[in-house]
């Protein structure tokens, strides 16, 4: 490996450092809805997402906390020795992407049948570190 490669290679690793993601897959909620929630907390310090979700009334919010807290876990196990605090994280991204959809029939009057489609949906969390991104 050549050294301007070995050199990139190694920067993108300590930035990689920097950031932990957690997903969830095939949630079943709308994608609509969970975006609703998703807005609340885009941006916000850890903390401060936390607080929001905890006392939203939305069921979306209950996952949505679970999965920050599954972040917060992965962070720290790439960081053992940083704390959190020290670290001051935030919500660098949040992505609602729509799942596999359940096709199912729904008798109607006069032998007809409307068709309802229940939505699943994708969430990625990325958090990121600002104290380290500014050093």
């Known amino acids: 490996m050549g050294v301007r490669k070995k050199e990139m290679a190694d920067r993108i690793k300590e930035e990689k450092k920097q950031i932990a ?3 969830l897959n095939n949630c079943p909620t709308s994608p609509r809805k969970m975006r609703l929630v998703a807005d ?3 941006g916000e310090k850890v903390e401060r997402a936390l ?3 905890r006392f939203s009334q939305k069921e979306a919010a209950r996952r949505l ?3 920050l807290l599954s972040a917060i876990a992965n962070w720290q196990a790439k960081n053992e020795d940083a704390s959190i ?6 919500i660098k ?7 596999s959809m359940l096709k199912r029939l729904r008798p109607a009057p006069q032998g007809r049948a409307h068709r309802i489609r229940k939505r ?3 969430v990625t969390i990325v958090l ?3 104290n380290n991104t500014q050093s």
């Open 21 to 23: 993601f957690a997903k």
């Open 40 to 42: 609340l907390i885009r």
């Open 51 to 53: 607080h929001i979700l």
């Open 65 to 67: 906390e679970k999965l």
């Open 85 to 90: 605090e020290d670290a001051d994280l935030f």
């Open 93 to 99: 991204e949040i992505r609602v992407d729509g799942g």
């Open 120 to 122: 699943s949906n994708h």
């Open 128 to 130: 990121g570190a600002k």
